[in-house]
């Protein structure tokens, strides 16, 4: 596609409810991120993809939190039994991959648990 | 580990005048990548410019560029002929060089531009 691609653009969660957020990358991209936004503050990392395989989830948060991309393209992000810290816009990120290219951002997911 | 900082939480600037957002950084190795990443209220983030650690001479991308200065771990940006578009929050951010520990983006706290007309 033109961009990265994020579905949905808002979800409202009742504190305890699994949630699935998705992520749709720019068609080609090796490389995909997940990064944690909260309110006036800088993204943070979650976790990073390379095709399929899952290199690095040091910054997710808690078991909780779970990230797949079983084909090494669209992918989604679960959150189980949703707390209010949880509260955040999801930003997705995706890259060619190679050694010296640049993360291209979707538009966000904005999560509130209530 | 590498940390990006950002002290001026909010700037303003009058339309067609030069700003200039500030940034540092600290990190433990010599060759990385830096980033100014606009984040305009649609949250759509937006690359302005980057800058390879390797290169002494500075990035600059239209009314863009930066001032970086390897040695201080300072990496700022200015902008030119500011423009009623220019509104929005800046982040700055660190990635290390391929081949280092990880290939995420560590950002700042960010900086809201607001452009008075």
């Known amino acids: 596609g033109a961009g990265v691609s994020q579905s949905p653009r808002y979800k409202v969660a009742k504190r305890g409810q699994d949630v699935a957020l998705r992520c749709d990358p720019i068609s080609g991209h090796v490389s995909l991120f997940w990064y944690q936004q909260a309110l006036g503050q800088g993204p943070e990392f979650l976790t990073y993809?390379?095709?399929?395989?899952?290199?690095?989830k040091s910054g997710l948060p808690s078991d909780r939190f779970f990230a797949e991309r079983p084909e090494g393209s669209v992918s989604t992000l679960k959150i189980q039994r949703t707390q209010q810290e949880d509260s955040a816009v999801y930003l997705c990120?995706?890259?060619?991959?190679?050694?010296?290219?640049?993360?291209?951002f979707g538009p966000g997911t904005r999560l509130t648990v209530l | 580990a590498q940390t990006v900082t950002q002290s001026q939480p909010e700037m303003s600037v009058q339309e067609a005048e030069t700003v200039t957002l500030s940034c540092t950084y600290d990190t433990s190795e010599s060759d990385y990548y830096l980033f100014w990443y606009k984040q305009p209220p649609s949250r759509q983030m937006i690359l302005v410019i980057r800058q390879e650690a390797y290169k002494q001479q500075n990035a600059t991308e239209n009314r863009f560029s930066v001032n970086f200065q390897k040695a201080a771990k300072s990496f700022s940006l200015k902008i030119s002929d500011s423009q009623l578009g220019d509104a929005a929050m800046y982040f700055c951010a660190y990635r290390d060089f391929p081949g280092g520990a990880t290939n995420k983006l560590i950002f700042g706290t960010g900086t809201l531009l607001a452009v008075q007309p």
């Open positions: 993809f390379q095709n399929e395989a899952q290199l690095d």
């Open positions: 990120a995706s890259s060619l991959g190679g050694g010296s290219d640049t993360q291209y």
